[in-house]
């Protein structure tokens, strides 16, 4: 009668009688977290979300008490790593860490293994930027966007741009500038922004949509030439670079957005844990340093408006695939 299982049951009932809850001592459960966690970004490293993690992951592991580990799962546009993710086990060790291609890879491409909303637990809004830099390889002879839709126009078909994947944050914005100036330039799909990066600045491909904190440093060091930024206001980081819609295109506003999920059916109680030092993450001052330099916001959604955010984009993704005829 004195045996330990025996004691834990007589402790759970006192618990119970009490009010408190007893299914971890009557189970013997073990708190969150109590093996190393891995956070999947979908991408290679380098890559804006990687970049963003890796911030993140050294004060996650402090507050948790665990290894908080990135695990670059990248392919097809980010669906290999998501897929994965969608898979895992729903115990709070695997996370998704990704950007707005989440929601509009689906809307861009006939087939994806996982469904966006249904599939996963939303955490948090992490961040969001100013929108992605159109680029040129210097050599183009072209110094803004009326002078780049004037040169299309002049060589339809000639002109190239790259992109990451269909629905992505460089995929997206370029098709939007085609049917916007009306012009015909040639998409050449990559695997990684580091490739493009580097065809790009070698003459290989002629433009590109790159998130700020990648675009800045190439374009001080003069080997790419910045024409304009997709989001509504300019990035102090380049403020003399105009926004699409300041250099004639009204209707243009892309920004990216980055987020973060786990498996669905994940336990509240394991999610809200996760949700709660994440945010108090993202609110460290030094932190909100780093991101302002690389022209990243920090969020700090709740689970709730997560949600209602993410379908509000799924929706919004949705349209610009029919504007553009993406492929079904």
């Given at each position: ?8 049951l007589v402790l759970a ?66 669906m290999v790593g998501t ?127 790159v998130g700020t904190q ?115």
């Open positions: 009668m004195n045996s330990p299982s025996t004691r834990r009932a006192v618990l119970c009688l009490a009010g408190l809850p007893a299914i971890s001592f009557a189970q013997g459960a073990k708190p969150f977290p109590d093996h190393p966690i891995r956070v999947v970004v979908p991408s290679p490293p380098g890559g804006p979300p990687d970049l963003i993690v890796r911030m993140l992951t050294p004060r996650l592991s402090a507050a948790l008490g665990q290894p908080v580990v990135p695990d670059n799962r990248a392919g097809a546009g980010g897929a994965y993710v969608a898979k895992a086990p729903p115990d709070g060790y695997t996370w998704l860490f990704t950007t707005a291609s989440h929601v509009s890879i689906p809307a861009f491409t006939p087939s994806v293994p996982y469904d966006a909303v249904k599939d996963f637990t939303h955490v948090t809004l992490a961040a969001q930027n100013f929108g992605q830099v159109l680029v040129v390889n210097p050599k183009l002879p072209v110094r803004t966007v009326q002078e780049l839709i004037a040169l299309a126009k002049a060589q339809p078909g000639k002109l190239t741009y790259a992109s990451a994947g269909l629905g992505t944050a460089s995929h997206i914005p370029a098709e939007l500038l085609k049917t916007q100036a009306g012009i015909d330039i040639l998409g050449v799909q990559y695997k990684g922004v580091a490739q493009v990066l580097t065809d790009l600045i070698g003459g290989h491909v002629d433009m590109f949509f990648l675009a800045l440093p190439l374009v001080q060091s003069g080997q790419l030439r910045a024409i304009a930024v997709t989001g509504s206001k300019r990035w102090k980081g380049m403020p003399d670079v105009p926004t699409m819609q300041q250099a004639g295109l009204k209707d243009f506003n892309v920004i990216n957005w980055f987020g973060l999920w786990l498996p669905a059916g994940t336990p509240k109680d394991i999610v809200l844990r996760i949700h709660d030092e994440t945010v108090k993450a993202l609110h460290d001052p030094e932190l909100r340093q780093q991101f302002d330099t690389l022209g990243l916001e920090p969020v700090g959604s709740s689970p709730e408006e997560f949600a209602k955010y993410v379908a509000r984009e799924a929706a919004v993704n949705l349209e610009i695939a029919k504007k553009i005829d993406a492929p079904k």
